[in-house]
């Protein structure tokens, strides 16, 4: 819910959220809330340009509204839609309680929309922007939709914050480049983008099918969770595995992984669990790579 004037073009989700950060400090922006387990870029971000981050639990249900009310907030940066690292969905009472907050505390949603174009269950799960534009930035990126090397993203600003976050961007490099700008325009326009994703979307599914199957073939004891959309999941771990111990010996074997302990505000390592990535591998390689290191993932390796 917005038009062209409040739109602000930047170089994907990384510079977005540190441009609204800023512009939110410059309007007297003191401590920010994030999710825990989250993404760890948009912490170190928050702490650099905020005085406090205060993480926030997230369960099944997404991040726990209830625990956000006891901070002193002015901002959150969360991610909806697909929650990172996760997967939950944020449960629609929980996107009304949020609203409810923003509006009471006068504060500011950072919705982190990266990867919503790709659900395999359900439609895509709606923006929280359209229910309330005067309190949510939405921050959207090509990153996963054609590539993170583009460097091409947006933020829809609550228009009081329009000429803030235009300033910090004008300060940080002067606009993004026309000619990609110019580019990406016309593939939406054509239609040929929305064509690209219904394609897409149904590669990703097929690799997340391959995944799955996989698992249940190598390690069906390993539980696997967050895979209704994006493109990674989360591995369960027997409850005596070490984290670190399994990547470093899968790395060994050629295989990248990347430990929870490492989303966690804490650093904690229980219960011990793994984030993988589907999105740019092979249908193949997949299955490989989990063929060759099932014996880590059953805590027998
Ligand atoms: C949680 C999260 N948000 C956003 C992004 C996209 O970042 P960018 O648009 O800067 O490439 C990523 C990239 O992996 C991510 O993990």
């Given at each position: ?267 904690q390592t229980t219960p011990p669990r793994l984030v993988l990535g589907f999105g740019n591998v ?20």
């Open positions: 819910v917005t038009d062209p004037e409040h739109i602000v073009i930047c170089a994907g989700f990384a510079q977005g959220v540190h441009l609204v950060l800023r512009a939110l400090a410059e309007t007297g922006l003191r401590c920010v809330a994030v999710e825990d387990p989250g993404h760890c870029e948009t912490r170190t971000v928050s702490g650099m340009v905020a005085a406090k981050v205060t993480p926030v639990p997230v369960d099944a249900g997404g991040m726990v509204v209830d625990e956000l009310r006891k901070t002193a907030a002015g901002a959150v940066v969360l991610t909806p839609a697909h929650q990172t690292p996760t997967g939950v969905v944020l449960a629609p009472e929980r996107r009304q309680a949020l609203v409810d907050w923003a509006c009471r505390a006068g504060a500011t949603i950072i919705e982190d929309d990266y990867d919503a174009e790709f659900r395999y269950d359900r439609e895509p799960v709606g923006a929280m922007q359209g229910l309330a534009p005067a309190h949510v930035a939405l921050l959207g990126t090509v990153s996963k939709s054609l590539a993170p090397a583009l460097r091409l993203g947006w933020i829809v600003c609550p228009p009081a914050l329009t000429a803030g976050v235009a300033k910090q961007k004008q300060l940080a490099d002067h606009g993004s480049p026309g000619l990609d700008q110019l580019a990406l325009a016309l593939l939406i326009e054509s239609g040929r983008y929305d064509r690209h994703l219904r394609r897409m979307r149904g590669v990703y599914a097929r690799r997340r099918a391959r995944l799955k199957n996989a698992l249940a073939a190598y390690a069906p004891q390993v539980e696997l969770q967050g895979l209704e959309a994006g493109f990674h999941a989360v591995l369960q771990l027997p409850a005596e595995a070490d984290e670190q111990g399994v990547i470093t010996a899968a790395r060994e074997r050629g295989v990248g992984l990347y430990p929870m302990s490492e989303y966690r505000a804490g650093g092979s249908d193949d390689a997949v299955e490989r790579g989990i063929a060759r290191i099932a014996d880590l993932l059953r805590g027998s390796g």
